[in-house]
């Protein structure tokens, strides 16, 4: 899957845009169903979190596309730290399609 959800820093004009953009690929407007947290501890204290629900609203962010996330994915697992983990999710486009892909989520287990 060459699919990565983005909701926080990681977005374009977003601090951390440059992370994606220098891996390059292809972005489209996209949301998730979850809440969107504000960590209130640990390293990442003040950024976003996302957690996960069918039930919830949908959470706006930005579906990025590349060949090159398979060899980029322990280094965005890095990036992103023992805060988050990355799962799959349905994403779901502005034309309505339902896209599989990966997003970072608040690591509930920690």
Same mark, same amino acid.
């Given at each position: 899957?060459?699919?990565?959800?983005?909701?926080?820093?990681?977005?374009?004009?977003?601090?951390?845009?440059?992370?994606?953009?220098?891996?390059?690929?292809?972005? !489209?407007?996209?949301?998730?169903?979850?809440?969107?947290?504000?960590?209130?501890?640990?390293?990442?204290?003040?950024?976003?979190?996302?957690?996960?629900?069918?039930?919830?609203?949908?959470?706006?962010?930005?579906?990025?596309?590349?060949?090159?996330?398979? !060899?980029?994915?322990?280094?965005?697992?890095?990036?992103?730290?023992?805060?988050?983990?990355?799962?799959?999710?349905?994403?779901?486009?502005?034309?309505?399609?339902?896209? !599989?892909?990966?997003?970072?989520?608040?690591?509930? !287990?920690?």
């Amino acid at each position: 899957m060459n699919q990565l959800f983005v909701y926080g820093t990681l977005c374009p004009n977003r601090e951390n845009a440059h992370i994606l953009g220098r891996i390059g690929g292809d972005w !489209q407007k996209a949301y998730v169903r979850g809440t969107v947290h504000i960590l209130d501890w640990g390293p990442d204290k003040g950024l976003p979190a996302i957690i996960l629900s069918n039930k919830d609203p949908l959470v706006e962010g930005y579906l990025f596309s590349t060949e090159k996330l398979e !060899q980029n994915w322990q280094m965005l697992d890095d990036f992103e730290g023992v805060q988050y983990k990355r799962v799959q999710v349905k994403t779901i486009l502005n034309s309505g399609e339902i896209v !599989q892909a990966w997003t970072y989520v608040m690591n509930e !287990q920690i």
